[in-house]
Protein backbone atom coordinates (compact mmCIF):
# COMPACT_ATOMS: atom_id res chain seq x y z
CA UNK A 1 0.00 0.00 0.00
CA UNK A 2 1.12 3.36 -1.27
CA UNK A 3 1.60 6.41 1.06
CA UNK A 4 -1.27 8.53 0.89
CA UNK A 5 -2.41 12.18 1.42
CA UNK A 6 -6.14 12.65 1.62
CA UNK A 7 -8.37 15.21 0.85
CA UNK A 8 -12.27 15.85 2.30
CA UNK A 9 -13.44 18.75 0.23
CA UNK A 10 -17.31 19.52 -0.09
CA UNK A 11 -18.40 23.44 -0.41
CA UNK A 12 -22.04 22.54 0.97
CA UNK A 13 -21.30 22.04 5.02
CA UNK A 14 -23.24 19.46 6.86
CA UNK A 15 -22.51 16.53 4.27
CA UNK A 16 -20.37 14.78 6.72
CA UNK A 17 -16.88 16.05 5.81
CA UNK A 18 -15.37 16.64 9.16
CA UNK A 19 -16.79 12.99 10.26
CA UNK A 20 -15.67 11.02 7.53
CA UNK A 21 -12.39 12.84 7.78
CA UNK A 22 -11.65 12.39 11.82
CA UNK A 23 -12.96 8.23 11.46
CA UNK A 24 -11.07 8.18 8.17
CA UNK A 25 -7.72 8.76 9.72
CA UNK A 26 -8.58 7.13 12.76
CA UNK A 27 -8.86 3.85 10.63
CA UNK A 28 -6.11 4.66 8.63
CA UNK A 29 -4.31 5.28 12.06
CA UNK A 30 -4.75 1.07 13.03
CA UNK A 31 -2.47 0.26 9.74
CA UNK A 32 0.49 2.91 9.86
CA UNK A 33 1.58 6.50 10.99
CA UNK A 34 -1.11 9.20 10.30
CA UNK A 35 -1.63 12.73 10.81
CA UNK A 36 -4.74 15.12 10.43
CA UNK A 37 -4.27 18.50 8.77
CA UNK A 38 -7.74 20.97 9.65
CA UNK A 39 -7.73 23.07 6.85
CA UNK A 40 -10.86 23.85 7.78
CA UNK A 41 -11.37 28.21 9.40
CA UNK A 42 -14.12 26.67 11.77
CA UNK A 43 -11.47 24.42 13.45
CA UNK A 44 -13.89 21.57 13.89
CA UNK A 45 -11.68 18.44 13.90
CA UNK A 46 -9.10 20.49 15.85
CA UNK A 47 -11.95 20.43 18.57
CA UNK A 48 -13.01 16.84 18.23
CA UNK A 49 -8.92 15.80 18.62
CA UNK A 50 -8.45 18.12 21.63
CA UNK A 51 -12.01 17.00 23.41
CA UNK A 52 -10.51 13.27 22.96
CA UNK A 53 -11.06 11.77 26.42
CA UNK A 54 -7.62 9.74 27.62
CA UNK A 55 -7.06 6.61 25.78
CA UNK A 56 -9.15 7.76 22.66
CA UNK A 57 -6.00 7.11 20.41
CA UNK A 58 -6.83 9.76 17.95
CA UNK A 59 -4.30 10.95 15.54
CA UNK A 60 -2.76 14.12 16.27
CA UNK A 61 -3.90 16.83 14.12
CA UNK A 62 -1.66 20.34 12.62
CA UNK A 63 -3.07 23.36 11.33
CA UNK A 64 -2.33 24.72 8.00
CA UNK A 65 0.30 27.61 8.50
CA UNK A 66 0.80 30.22 6.52
CA UNK A 67 2.39 27.39 3.79
CA UNK A 68 -0.37 25.17 3.48
CA UNK A 69 1.54 23.42 0.73
CA UNK A 70 4.58 23.13 2.65
CA UNK A 71 2.69 22.07 5.79
CA UNK A 72 0.83 19.31 4.16
CA UNK A 73 4.29 18.20 2.11
CA UNK A 74 6.30 18.23 5.55
CA UNK A 75 4.40 16.15 7.71
CA UNK A 76 3.66 13.19 3.93
CA UNK A 77 7.84 12.91 4.81
CA UNK A 78 7.48 11.73 8.10
CA UNK A 79 3.57 10.16 7.68
CA UNK A 80 2.19 7.30 5.79
CA UNK A 81 -0.81 8.67 5.85
CA UNK A 82 -1.82 12.57 6.18
CA UNK A 83 -5.61 13.28 5.92
CA UNK A 84 -6.91 16.45 5.34
CA UNK A 85 -10.18 18.26 6.61
CA UNK A 86 -10.97 20.70 4.20
CA UNK A 87 -12.99 24.30 4.25
CA UNK A 88 -16.24 24.31 2.66
CA UNK A 89 -15.36 26.30 -0.40
CA UNK A 90 -14.48 24.95 -3.87
CA UNK A 91 -12.25 27.67 -4.65
CA UNK A 92 -9.51 29.47 -2.89
CA UNK A 93 -6.05 30.00 -2.33
CA UNK A 94 -6.04 27.08 0.72
CA UNK A 95 -8.47 24.84 -1.13
CA UNK A 96 -6.14 25.58 -4.37
CA UNK A 97 -3.16 24.60 -2.38
CA UNK A 98 -4.48 21.38 -0.80
CA UNK A 99 -5.72 20.52 -4.38
CA UNK A 100 -2.31 20.20 -5.13
CA UNK A 101 -0.60 18.13 -2.82
CA UNK A 102 -2.94 15.78 -2.38
CA UNK A 103 -3.05 12.19 -4.14
CA UNK A 104 -7.01 11.71 -3.39
CA UNK A 105 -10.07 14.05 -3.08
CA UNK A 106 -12.95 12.39 -1.23
CA UNK A 107 -16.51 14.41 -1.53
CA UNK A 108 -18.72 13.41 0.58
CA UNK A 109 -22.40 13.37 -0.54
CA UNK A 110 -25.66 12.96 0.77
CA UNK A 111 -28.69 11.75 -0.76
CA UNK A 112 -30.68 14.46 -1.33
CA UNK A 113 -31.40 17.13 -4.47
CA UNK A 114 -29.44 20.20 -3.17
CA UNK A 115 -26.15 17.82 -2.45
CA UNK A 116 -26.16 16.14 -5.93
CA UNK A 117 -26.03 20.11 -7.06
CA UNK A 118 -23.25 20.97 -5.29
CA UNK A 119 -21.54 18.09 -5.63
CA UNK A 120 -21.40 19.21 -9.73
CA UNK A 121 -18.88 21.74 -9.00
CA UNK A 122 -16.68 20.07 -6.96
CA UNK A 123 -16.61 17.36 -9.85
CA UNK A 124 -15.89 20.93 -12.00
CA UNK A 125 -12.92 21.55 -9.62
CA UNK A 126 -11.55 18.76 -8.93
CA UNK A 127 -11.23 18.78 -12.98
CA UNK A 128 -9.25 22.13 -12.75
CA UNK A 129 -7.01 21.07 -10.32
CA UNK A 130 -5.91 18.30 -12.63
CA UNK A 131 -4.30 21.01 -14.51
CA UNK A 132 -1.22 21.13 -11.57
CA UNK A 133 -1.71 18.05 -10.22
CA UNK A 134 -2.49 15.57 -12.86
CA UNK A 135 -2.08 12.53 -10.94
CA UNK A 136 -5.21 13.59 -8.70
CA UNK A 137 -7.57 10.56 -7.98
CA UNK A 138 -11.12 12.00 -7.04
CA UNK A 139 -14.23 9.67 -5.79
CA UNK A 140 -17.66 11.16 -4.05
CA UNK A 141 -18.32 9.16 -0.89
CA UNK A 142 -22.30 8.27 -0.21
CA UNK A 143 -23.16 9.50 3.26
CA UNK A 144 -26.29 8.16 5.31
CA UNK A 145 -26.92 5.94 3.00
CA UNK A 146 -30.96 3.89 4.22
CA UNK A 147 -31.29 0.81 2.60
CA UNK A 148 -34.86 1.74 2.81
CA UNK A 149 -34.90 4.87 1.64
CA UNK A 150 -35.76 5.28 -2.45
CA UNK A 151 -33.70 8.46 -3.07
CA UNK A 152 -30.62 6.90 -1.55
CA UNK A 153 -31.52 4.05 -3.89
CA UNK A 154 -31.72 6.64 -6.49
CA UNK A 155 -28.47 8.24 -5.66
CA UNK A 156 -26.07 5.88 -7.24
CA UNK A 157 -27.83 6.13 -10.29
CA UNK A 158 -27.43 9.91 -9.98
CA UNK A 159 -24.00 10.13 -9.46
CA UNK A 160 -23.29 7.40 -12.11
CA UNK A 161 -23.86 10.84 -14.63
CA UNK A 162 -20.71 12.71 -13.26
CA UNK A 163 -16.81 13.16 -14.19
CA UNK A 164 -16.20 11.87 -10.59
CA UNK A 165 -16.82 8.25 -9.56
CA UNK A 166 -18.58 6.99 -6.49
CA UNK A 167 -17.06 4.70 -4.48
CA UNK A 168 -18.80 1.41 -3.31
CA UNK A 169 -17.97 1.84 0.13
CA UNK A 170 -20.43 4.05 1.74
CA UNK A 171 -21.14 5.14 5.06
CA UNK A 172 -24.63 4.32 6.19
CA UNK A 173 -26.64 6.70 8.61
CA UNK A 174 -25.98 5.30 12.02
CA UNK A 175 -26.04 6.68 15.54
CA UNK A 176 -22.39 5.67 16.64
CA UNK A 177 -21.22 8.27 14.08
CA UNK A 178 -22.93 11.13 16.31
CA UNK A 179 -22.18 8.94 19.51
CA UNK A 180 -18.19 9.39 18.75
CA UNK A 181 -18.37 13.08 18.21
CA UNK A 182 -20.24 13.39 21.07
CA UNK A 183 -18.01 11.26 23.19
CA UNK A 184 -14.89 12.70 21.49
CA UNK A 185 -13.20 9.90 19.74
CA UNK A 186 -13.42 7.49 16.55
CA UNK A 187 -16.30 4.96 15.69
CA UNK A 188 -13.17 2.69 16.55
CA UNK A 189 -13.14 3.99 19.91
CA UNK A 190 -16.94 3.14 20.89
CA UNK A 191 -16.11 -0.69 21.10
CA UNK A 192 -19.07 -2.98 19.82
CA UNK A 193 -21.39 -0.54 19.49
CA UNK A 194 -19.93 0.08 16.96
CA UNK A 195 -19.28 -2.39 14.69
CA UNK A 196 -21.10 -1.59 11.61
CA UNK A 197 -19.85 1.95 11.45
CA UNK A 198 -16.48 0.42 12.05
CA UNK A 199 -17.28 -2.13 8.46
CA UNK A 200 -18.76 1.21 7.24
CA UNK A 201 -15.27 3.30 7.36
CA UNK A 202 -12.91 0.06 7.38
CA UNK A 203 -14.44 -0.78 3.01
CA UNK A 204 -14.03 2.78 2.77
CA UNK A 205 -9.89 2.42 3.41
CA UNK A 206 -9.64 -0.16 1.50
CA UNK A 207 -11.41 0.85 -1.70
CA UNK A 208 -9.49 3.97 -0.82
CA UNK A 209 -6.12 2.51 -0.78
CA UNK A 210 -6.51 0.94 -3.68
CA UNK A 211 -6.91 3.88 -5.89
Not at 35 to 52: G, T
Not at 79 to 94: L, T
Not at 112 to 118: E, G, T
Not at 167 to 180: I, K, P
Request: proline share 6%; charged share 15%.
Amino acid sequence: MDDKIIAVINQKGGTGKTTLALNLAAGLAQRASTHLVDADPQRSISQWVEMAPSGASLPPVASLGSDPFATIVQLARTHRYVVVDCPPAVQGEVVAAVMRSVHVVLIPVLPSPVDLWASVAMAAAVGGARQLNPGLRACLVLNQMESRNALSHDLRDAVAEFDVPVLQACMQRRAAYRSAAVEGTSVYGLGKRAQTAVADIEAIIEEVLCL
